[in-house]
């Protein structure tokens, strides 16, 4: 059973950057499809950037591209989402998210494609 735990959220003011991570336990985490999520609140949850198990396919939600980057530490198995020029609509609860189920896979693009989540992280972008 595969755990994730998020980190690196805080309050930042606008055009400021984070770097959120999540560790997961498990030596098989290198095999699986990643993504990250966000709910603000009122909304639904919805998928921020995606990266497939080997890292050649990346898909990035439209108000996050260029400022948004998803990556991964196999050594460390870690994915981490850096975000830059933060502005006050990404706030929200960040949560990491894993395809157990389908080794080897290419990108997940809806929360129904991932069985394991982490607890998720409060990012606050003041404006």
């Known amino acids: 059973q595969v755990q994730l735990v998020e980190s690196g959220g805080g309050l930042v003011q606008a055009g400021g950057s984070l770097r959120l991570s999540c560790a997961a336990s498990g030596r098989t985490f290198r095999t699986y499809a990643i993504a990250w999520f966000r709910q603000a609140p009122g909304k639904e949850r919805e998928l921020v950037t995606a990266?497939?198990?080997?890292?050649?396919?990346?898909y990035y939600a439209d108000s996050v591209k260029g400022r948004f980057t998803i990556s991964k530490d196999n050594a460390k198995s870690t994915v981490y989402l850096q975000m830059n020029n933060l502005k006050p609509e990404d706030t929200g609860v960040y949560y990491c998210?894993?395809?157990?189920?389908?080794?080897?896979?290419?990108?997940?693009?809806?929360?129904?494609?991932?069985?394991?989540w982490g607890q998720g992280t409060q990012v606050t972008v003041s404006s």
């Open positions: 990266r497939s198990w080997s890292g050649t396919s990346t």
């Open positions: 998210a894993a395809d157990t189920l389908h080794v080897l896979a290419g990108v997940r693009l809806t929360q129904y494609d991932y069985d394991c």
